[in-house]
């Protein structure tokens, strides 16, 4: 299946979905990651990434603060819930600049299905907001 590749449509098209939680990203050494990882319920996990300093996870702040992992604030997630391409160009540009003006600072995440920003979660109504705006500009 093959995702969209016209700025244009995804903008216009994008629906934007606030997830429950707070999520947090957690930085993990690697001679700790296999144990944390069994301690660690595939619910409450929503990204991982090796870096050469650890591992960063996105996980559910309270699994997080469980495990008493060092961790950043708060985030909410927003999934954009239209099926981008990982080719498509200046979606990402897109969302981070209007948030940007916004003074909203977003961490995107590209899946293969979908895009997520990892917005302040005290900032997360005026996200949304700001996301519906660029939806309604197309």
């Not at 999520?23 to 595939?42: C, N």
């Not at 991982?48 to 309270?62: D, N, P, R, V």
């Not at 977003?106 to 899946?111: C, S, T």
Request: glycine share 6%; charged share 20%; net charge negative.
């Amino acid at each position: 299946m093959q995702g969209e590749n016209n700025l244009s449509v995804l903008l216009s098209n994008m629906q934007p979905k606030l997830q429950k939680g707070r999520w947090v990203f957690a930085t993990v050494d690697s001679e700790q990651l296999p144990k944390i990882l069994d301690q660690i319920e595939i619910s409450d996990l929503q990204g991982f990434y090796q870096e050469s300093e650890g591992s960063s996870l996105i996980l559910e702040e309270a699994q997080a603060k469980l495990l008493a992992l060092e961790c950043s604030e708060a985030f909410a997630a927003i999934s954009l819930s239209i099926h981008s391409s990982l080719e498509a160009v200046g979606l990402t540009a897109a969302i981070s600049g209007a948030l940007s003006q916004a003074g909203i600072s977003a961490n995107v995440v590209a899946a293969f299905y979908h895009d997520h920003i990892y917005v302040p979660y005290e900032k997360a109504e005026a996200a949304m907001q700001c996301l519906n705006g660029i939806r309604a500009e197309e």
